[in-house]
């Protein structure tokens, strides 16, 4: 198994992309002061949070009762991660006064024994580790840990890696399979990927060996879920688990022998990560087979062309192959968060770009269209047709909200997006010790070291323009490799080198160039990305006799604003002609896709009458669509991706 490819420092990296840098500018300047006055109560319009409270009640320092759901814990945790993100890019310093005294408060809530939930400690102190199918507390705990390291790497102060680590250590002696431990594992994955990560953060080895417990300890046989829940009469926290299915939380047989992704899409991802870290850190091939298994069921059969993953409102959950609805899609904007971070580690671990053709369709479509391009208003839901009137309460539709919200009661996916964009860097480059790994196109320059010289990296990014990139590279003196992820939607690919043409050797789906460093260079990459019609697999009911439009990564989408309502009216032959125009009021210059249609119109309707005879006319039409992720952001209305397809 190759040594995996290493994630950048972020403060090694500048992003000046025109259309990324709206969104990575705008964490520091408006998401975290945004998410700051959500988590103290402060915006008046937004669901109450009341989390900040809840650890001021639990360090006895405020009056009062725990508020929120049980694992609300979380939204501090991730909040400081995308903090500590910004401050380590440069763009967040003036947070750290205001982290600081947040992790103070964490620390005098924790327990004297290391444990640290304000839920259990406030309304259950007496049934800790009782409640793992619903409690969250391991869960809760690994977004504490995560935070926490990237605190430490970003600033070099400790005191919240020592409020984690006391809380892992107590978690390690809770945990395992030694005699007087607890044999079980959290209801919802989490924390064996953060287990994984402090172990590579301390070097001890505990703390891998604990992840590597809950990971292979899940779904034997006797069943700890379910002897739990029968040894409580059944589910206590959440109502909608009186029907408790082992595939939920994907604790139906070991991990290692899963085949096909099941029930809750966020934990089921989330897991998917830490088995690819465990396979590697224990050189284990049956455990990195069954994650290119899954990887292939999730992305070739259980995935929207969006990135979005999980069918189903009803426990947000993957249904079955090919199952992919367009108007109740689910696709939260969390498991779309948990599909890169996946695709990001398999593809580190194999050196194969492949991966990122499904990381980079994720990040361009669907976690990007769960934040407005304000910064201010977010999705949970990301469904790929919208009818605004019909999304209604307590219907098959209630999940779908056809605006974004200012916050949710369940609020994961807010703070999900805003540490995801604070790093984005670290989706962009890869490195190892002789070579550089350019896996998304986004202008930015990167100070890296490769073969132990110092060297500049400058990317200049106009893939949604002209489908043109070019890299700038200079350092003073040495050699190394530079790999350039040639991307499927890629028509043709030609690369440049000091204004010569060059033919790269193919590795994995990477162009591997040799760079020698002591003169400058310009490599230059001019790919055809020309807009293209695409069908899905005939097996994918919803969409058949359906065309969707594509630009590079960017799924496109029409919009009632652009093109009136009944958008379930507009056909669309295959064979039209894409034109691109400037599309105003939207951030980075992405094009606006317009071509010809036709609209259905019924022939002779009496307009009393809800049935009439048959009779229709297909009228000319002149239809604009915009990237998915932008969609929302001008005035709500209708909104459809897959388009009805006009037959000659």
Sequence with gaps: MNTPLRLPDLNRITIKDDFWSHYTDMVARVIVPYQWDILNDKVPEAKVSHCLDNFRIAA?????????????????YKWLEAVAYCIQNGSGAGYEEIADEVIALIGRAQQSDGYLNTYYTLVEPDACWSNLVEGHELYS????????????????????LKVARRFADLICRMFGPDKGQIKGYPGHQEIELALVRLYRCTGEKKYLSCARFFIEERGKEPNYLEAEIKGRGGCELFPEFEKYELKYSQAHMEPKKQRTAEGHA????????????????????????????????????????????????????FTTDYHLPNNYAYCETCASVGLALFGRRMAHIERDASYYDT??????????????????????????????????????????????????????????????????????????????????FISSIFEA?????????????????????????????????LAVRIPEYAQKTD??????????????????????????????????????????????????????????????????????????????????????????????????????????????????RLYDTAGFLMEPVTLKAIPYCLWCNRQPGEMIVWQKAQIK
């Excluded at 705990?141 to 919240?160: H, V």
Aim: overall charge negative.
């Design 495 to 608: 690369f440049l080198m000091d204004g010569e043409i060059i033919r790269p050797v193919t590795q994995k789906g990477y162009a591997v160039i040799e760079i020698n460093t002591a003169d400058e260079h310009v490599i230059e990459m001019q790919m055809d990305i020309s807009p293209k019609w695409v069908t899905a697999d005939p097996r994918v009911r919803d969409n058949t006799g359906k065309i969707a439009l594509i630009k590079g990564p960017c799924v496109y989408c029409l919009e009632e604003t652009d093109n009136g309502e009944n958008l379930a009216s507009v056909y669309v032959s295959p064979d039209a002609a894409v034109n691109e125009c400037v599309q105003t009021g939207l951030p980075g210059n992405l094009p606006a896709l317009t071509y010809q249609g036709g609209r259905l119109k019924q022939l002779n309707r009496d307009e009393k």
């Design 266 to 317: 966020v934990r089921a991802v989330y897991m998917y990560c830490a088995m690819a870290d465990l396979a590697y850190e224990y050189q284990d091939e049956k455990m990195l087979k069954a994650c290119r298994t899954l990887w292939d069921n999730v992305t070739q059969k259980r995935m929207f062309i969006t990135g979005g993953i999980g069918s189903s409102s009803f426990f947000e959950r």
């Design 141 to 160: 705990a690994g977004y504490l840990i995560e935070a926490a390291i990237a605190y430490y790497q970003a600033t070099n102060k400790d005191a919240l």
């Design 60 to 76: 006895g320092e405020l009056d009062g009762e725990h508020k929120g759901v049980v694992f609300i814990d979380t939204d501090v």
């Design 449 to 481: 070291t490769v073969s132990g010289s110092p060297v500049t990296f400058d990317m200049d990014s106009k893939l949604m323009q002209s489908g043109k990139v070019a890299f700038r590279v200079g350092g003073k003196g040495g050699s190394f490799s």
């Design 359 to 440: 990381v980079e369709r994720a990040l361009y479509n669907t976690v990007l269209a769960g934040i407005s391009v304000d910064g201010d208003r977010y999705f949970y839901v990301n469904p790929l047709e919208v009818w605004p009137d019909a999304c209604l309460p307590a219907t098959s539709l209630g999940h779908v909200m056809p605006e974004r919200q200012r916050w949710f009661n369940v609020a994961c996916c807010p703070t999900n997006v805003a540490r995801t964009l604070a790093s984005l860097g670290q989706y962009i480059y890869a490195v190892n010790d002789s070579s550089i790994y350019v896996n998304l």
